[in-house]
């Protein structure tokens, strides 16, 4: 069965973890993924990592590509990209306001190559307002919404927290815009300047709590209640996470821990209750979990309470839930060697693409600049101007 996007290119002039996150997904539903990065490659190929040769995260979020150098800085080097952009559907960056315009890929300028390009502009803060030309990272945007700072209240100050989720939510929310865009293009033929930014991430991630009813004070608290009778505690031996919501699951969690008498106690049959007498239930809970070791919990709880052991992203890669998925691919990297990855974010019905692994620094110039309709000589040319690598 054909991908969902087959034979849709995107030009992908984005860095770090967002952007290029964004990108891979939509090659995860079979578009056409080309990474342009300047000579210096991608940032995020420089940062640290426990990895041999490349950055881990690199290869995690560059999944589905091939890449080409260019130049931008350089007249050789837009009219490159300008004939690319011709042939192009989508075009993706994560520059600073104002920085499009001085390389000559705002969208009106790519517009007028290509009437229906979709145009995807990811930004720290958004395309218009004071900080519209500030540097926006992961973490900043973290302590501007408010998520550190609710993170940090049981310790007494803030804490960011660990993922980049800001990052891979904006990298969710650039895939479903695009991917809007094109079939709004579909139906009308027309296209579009998408908007994405870590701003609109950040509260997007907080829409339970980003609500204030008229006349509620500024500091009313902006939690789910029910968060008392549930978390991550010791067991024997490891970390058991359970919750107990329903009745049900109330009962149930009672009956496997040996503490029967208190789900026939009326003073813990609601959600309610048990909320407010967390600190007379929650010594008794964590007592019981004492028993066993958090897996065999795990296993006595098994569809009947919400309740996980702990483990590692290291344990990932050999649990039989995620290999009955699907979601793990070995690729043979140049410089790593074989590696295991993630496999595609989604399943389109019964079909499964593997996932293609991230690329080396301008790895596929000459092919891409070969399918775009650039000869021997004129490629040859580009390079010896320094225009590509």
Known sequence: ???????????????????????????????????????????????????????RAFLGANRNKRSIVIDLKTAAGRETLHRLVKKADVFVHNFRPGVPESLSIDYETLRGLRADLIYCSLTGYGERGPLRRHPGYDQMLQCFTGIAQSQGEASGSPQVLRGS?????????????????LVHRLRTGEGQHVEASLLRSSLALQVGRFIWAENEERDVPRESSAGRVTGAFPTQEGYLYFQSSTPAFWRALCAILGLPELADDPRYDTLKKRYEHADVLMPQLKQALLARPAKEWEALMLGKVPAIAVRGIEDMFDHPQVLAEDLVVEHEHPVVGKYRAMNTAVRLGASLQNTTRAPLLGEHTNEVLDDFGFDADEIERLRSEGAVR
């Open 1 to 55: 069965m054909p991908s969902a996007l087959d034979n849709i290119i995107v030009l992908d002039l984005t860095s770090y973890l967002a952007g290029p996150y964004g990108c891979a997904l939509l090659g995860d539903v079979g578009a056409t993924i080309i990474k342009v990065e300047p000579p210096a490659g991608d940032n995020m190929r420089q940062y640290p990592s426990t990895l041999d040769g490349e950055n």
């Open 165 to 181: 989720i800001v990052d891979f939510f904006a990298s969710s929310l650039i895939a479903y815009g695009v991917t809007s865009a």
